[in-house]
């Protein structure tokens, strides 16, 4: 393993002094783990925090600032936040109109908000994301996992909250967004964790994963690597069968890398979804395009398409100033 | 169960952890994201250091707080599991010292309780029910009988999660892929059931 | 190899169409070659043409808008653009007061540049870049490489041209952020060329090149692995002896990722680096950490630092709006 | 040297620098950055392309085209140069189609004054000035006995580069580990004046 690390235990509060230090906008503490907006809280204001393992890097810390989250928890990496860290950080922006929390669906982060929101001292209304439609919704598995979509449900919820919306609004449109979205992942390689040292798994020169998360778990599938061209095919096949798309509908499109994909790859991806898109009478309204909610150095993208209206997409034009994300501000 | 025992187990779980935390990480690279093993070493060597600074006269008193810290240590799905089985047994044994075996059947309920799964669904509860039940079976011939076979009982039932399909958890996002390989949450429970034996 | 790609004589023109797709608000030329700023030429105004081989993604193409660059023309991959590109480039940014071009020093790029500099309709001043200490300027080499200080130079030349300053006063200030900076880049693994086709170089588990540039060339030796905390001395070393720094001195900071290496690393050497900077008594104005000036994907960092005084902090801080930089707009 | 031996060359460049286009990439992957092989082959390819759509009845004018089309297509250092070189080559066949060995070293000064490397700094020059040399020292015995010697001289030039230390181009920034690798411009070179002896 070659990493830029001191010792694999403390990766994550090492980086964490490394955005407390980047980032004078924001006030980073160590002791509690978590990063919120310098002028947390803010009276009035419904606070938003959202956390999950660390190594999505820019989600959740780089989401934080005007326009987005308050808060970040980053729990160890691959691993939810604690409890404790989630409670540090509703405190901290809790401005008396209550606090959403965004939470991707797994097991752990699950649990560790949950019982973080037992027992917080202020309303709380709980979001859960969960786009990833290479996994079934049924019973048969712990549900749809949230991946790309946290950031479009961050960024408008983010929006609305920033205008004064109440507690029930701004959770009601961060279900809304994610209600909208559907996401779909492929892995070329698997990334290694500092505290394992070696890749999650081993991947032949010529094949793929199909359907993975950002855990550096396997995906659905193994399948054969191929063009660009079939790659799209196979990515916007299951997020359109998941959520179909009317011809004539918006959307909000994120070609969104996985750490160790170049961005040029991710401009070739976004040229082949788009033709499909069009094909399919679906209308690009926004689009982002980089490495947003990754999963280390893993080499991959995924693709996450959220249908959308006049409101959303006023929502998410608003300002934000983040140190992942930044317009009109 | 007294303090100095709880005190004891708490220890040798924790080394047990450490000793086999990266065939713990491997299991979970295997169907999870690799971070079991470090996972349960964190929080354990947390509770012992957090205990090493409480005074507390009870194994209730200590396995509650083995269990608080756990909580606040571990994150992840095992955290708040592991962490409400402990919490869960050391508030039975603050009522009772003598209901280890309630206590024990206490956490189960508390895992799954938070954690809805059944058994068959590829998880600790795996290896937790056959455990608690067969310590239930065993108390009247005394302490170290029954842990010993709660121990043997959690080990198989963690080799008997191998074939199959994760319902719960991250595993179950591989599908069929899951199967084939042992579940490392049973695999721990396993591990601390074996703790509990080699105090006897 | 493993790539997004359809076929690796396309993955530049491909990369193009999906950076026009996704963009709207760039005028992107697939015959031409060429990424322009949709407003341009603007009448009056100083245009600022840069461009280079493609694989630095963002750079140059994602430094294109309002207060940063009119146009870039990206070349092949690793290959400096040809002349036909920067002139026609040229043209199309030229409001009447002449174009700058930023050049980094690398022989192709001069070379082209200057052809296309001579059959140019219009004034054109070249700034070259050459901020990478890791290669002495000696008339023993080619001179120093340009690498990351070119973000430096292009948002701050960029602002002032964008306040509607004289060509030479354009010129001047990127020759100045130019010389004030200095650059050293560390690369755990070689890149992969989507032609090669297999990494650029073979590199033990336990070694790192050191003194590497952004095309997949080793670097200037090869050496042991070490912690974040070594390595960041390791870099630090070298800048600060090539631009000693007086007690006081304010800099901008880029931490730069090289395409392969996770933000959360990134975080940690930001963490490292800081720290031995305030040792140096040098106090940090601005920073940037992220992945800007890259080499595909290869696992790495540069260090870039700048001193600065006012006036530039004030062009730093004046509002930027491209796909990889933007704020205050 | 007429257009159909012009055209001729060009043609058999490219076919030699695709056959060898691994072999470029790889010398230049050592201490370059992998494209020499990729960059010749594009501009050669292209040129034959616009040959084809090209009436043109001397070889001035077929190679002036060549040089034009590589500066257009090739890009890097070895665009400029090698499209400098056959510009500079065909104006001087363009004033009189019988200065072969003028117009070579018409090339070689247009090489020099763009590029301003030196012998011996491991670039194409150290191939290209031998190879110069030599013809003119052999026109006399004609363009087959030239073209010969020429092709000799430039392949031993590019041999001579291995235990050179690179002080112009991209191989510079490596220092002494430039050293021990056969410089790619000059083994590009080198090909260039074997099709020109394979066309005698
Ligand atoms: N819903 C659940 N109920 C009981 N146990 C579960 C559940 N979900 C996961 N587990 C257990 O947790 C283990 C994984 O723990 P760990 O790797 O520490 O957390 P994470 O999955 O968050 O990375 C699984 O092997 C499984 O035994
Ligand atoms: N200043 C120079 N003068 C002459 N030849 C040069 C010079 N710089 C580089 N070269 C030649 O160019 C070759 C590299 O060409 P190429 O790989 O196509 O371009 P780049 O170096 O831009 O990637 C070198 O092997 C060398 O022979
Ligand atoms: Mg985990
Ligand atoms: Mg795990
Ligand atoms: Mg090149
Ligand atoms: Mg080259």
């Known amino acids: ?113 949950e019982l973080a929101a037992e027992d917080a001292e202020t309303e709380v209304e709980s979001v859960l994301v969960d786009d990833d439609v ?196 | 169960m007294d303090a100095a025992l709880a005190r004891a187990w708490v220890a040798a779980v924790a080394a047990s952890v450490t000793a086999h935390a990266a065939e713990l990480t491997d299991l979970d690279a295997a169907i999870g994201d690799g971070d079991h093993g470090v996972n349960l070493r964190r929080g354990f060597d947390a509770a012992v250091a957090a205990l090493a600074s409480f005074e507390a006269d009870s194994a209730g008193a200590v396995l509650t707080k083995t269990g608080t810290t756990l909580v606040s240590k571990v994150g992840g799905a095992s955290g708040p599991l592991y962490g409400s089985f402990f919490r869960a047994l050391g508030k039975t044994l603050s009522d009772d010292p003598d209901a280890f075996a309630d206590g024990l059947r206490a956490g189960l309920d508390a895992v799954v309780r938070l954690g809805k799964a059944e058994p068959g669904d590829k998880t600790m509860v795996d290896a937790l029910v056959p455990a608690v039940d067969a310590y239930a079976a065993a108390a009247p011939s005394g302490f170290a009988a029954a842990a010993t076979a709660a121990a043997g009982a959690a080990a198989d039932g963690a080799a008997a999660t191998t074939p199959l399909q994760a319902r719960k958890g991250r595993a179950s996002y591989l599908g069929e892929r899951s199967a084939g390989h042992q579940d490392p949450g049973a695999t721990s429970t396993a591990l601390i059931f074996a703790a509990l034996a080699g105090l006897g």
């Open chain 1, 134 to 329: 290479a996994v079934d919704g049924s019973t048969w598995t712990a549900g749809r996992r949230g991946t790309g979509a946290t950031l479009l449900v961050e960024k408008i919820a983010g929006a609305l909250a920033e205008e004064g919306a109440p507690l029930a609004a701004v959770a009601a449109v961060a279900r809304d967004v994610n209600a909208r979205s559907a996401s779909f992942a492929i892995a070329l390689t698997a990334g290694t964790t500092p505290a394992a040292g070696k890749p999650g798994f081993d991947l032949p020169e010529d094949e793929i994963e199909v359907g993975v998360g950002i855990h550096g778990e396997p995906g659905r599938a193994r399948e054969k690597l191929r063009p660009a061209r079939e790659l799209a095919a196979r990515i916007v096949e299951p997020v359109l069968a998941a959520k179909p798309l009317e011809p004539g509908s918006e959307v909000i499109v994120l070609v969104n890398g996985l750490g160790g994909t170049p961005l040029l790859e991710l401009y070739v991806m976004f040229d082949e979804i788009s033709r499909l898109l069009a094909a399919a009478g679906v209308r690009i309204a926004r689009s982002l395009v980089g490495n947003y909610v990754t999963s280390l150095d893993m080499a991959g993208m995924s693709l996450t398409v959220c249908r959308v209206d006049d409101e959303l997409l006023r929502l998410w034009d608003a300002p934000v100033r983040t140190a992942g994300l930044r317009w009109g501000a």
């Open chain 1, 1 to 113: 393993m070659k990493k830029f690390i001191n010792d694999p235990d403390n990766v994550v509060r090492e980086a964490l002094a490394g955005m407390a230090a980047a980032h004078p906008e924001l006030r980073v503490d160590l002791d509690e783990q978590i990063i919120v907006r310098a002028d947390a809280p803010r009276p009035g204001k419904v606070g938003i925090v959202s956390g999950g393992g660390s190594g999505h890097e820019p989600l959740h810390g780089g989401f934080v600032g005007p326009g987005m989250l308050d808060a970040a928890c980053p729990g160890e990496i691959f691993t939810s936040p604690v409890p404790d860290q989630i409670l540090a950080a509703t405190r901290a922006v809790d401005g008396g109109a209550g606090v959403v929390h965004i939470v991707k669906n797994y097991t752990g982060d699950v649990m560790n908000f």
